[in-house]
């Protein structure tokens, strides 16, 4: 069966980096789009971070733009999201999520699996 695993999360200071991986695995990785989105208590989950199959495409909501990364390696069938100077705000449980479809990458209805989330916690 299908499974994302997400790792990489934690407590960081405002300023901080982390950057969280991925892990895919029963799909055909380098079929897929993937993303990145985030939950913060009592919020919707909202798009972070998207990236097609080759990798050749990047799309980032407009809050992160500029300070988060992400990128993929299909050798090793895992997705990443690099981020710097970050902000209390970014505080949420991030999920990772694949698509076989094309389209938009934002709705998270477009994602056929998603992973578990990682906590990440930015302190002030």
């Known amino acids: 069966q299908v499974q994302l695993v997400e790792s990489g999360g934690g407590l960081v200071q405002a300023g901080g980096s982390l950057r969280l991986s991925c892990a895919a695995s029963g799909l055909t990785f380098s079929n897929v789009g993937m993303g990145w989105f985030r939950q913060a208590p009592g919020k919707e989950r909202e798009f972070v971070a998207g990236?097609?199959?080759?990798?050749?495409?990047?799309y980032y909501t407009d809050s992160v733009k500029g300070r988060f990364t992400i990128s993929r390696d299909n050798a090793k069938n895992t997705v990443y999201l690099q981020m710097n100077s970050l902000k209390p705000e970014d505080t949420a449980v991030y999920y990772c999520?694949?698509?076989?479809?094309?389209?938009?990458?934002?709705?998270?209805?477009?994602?056929?699996?998603w992973g578990q989330g990682t906590q990440v916690t930015v302190s002030s």
């Open positions: 990236i097609n199959w080759t990798g050749g495409n990047t």
């Open positions: 999520a694949s698509k076989y479809l094309g389209g938009s990458y934002v709705s998270t209805e477009r994602y056929d699996y």
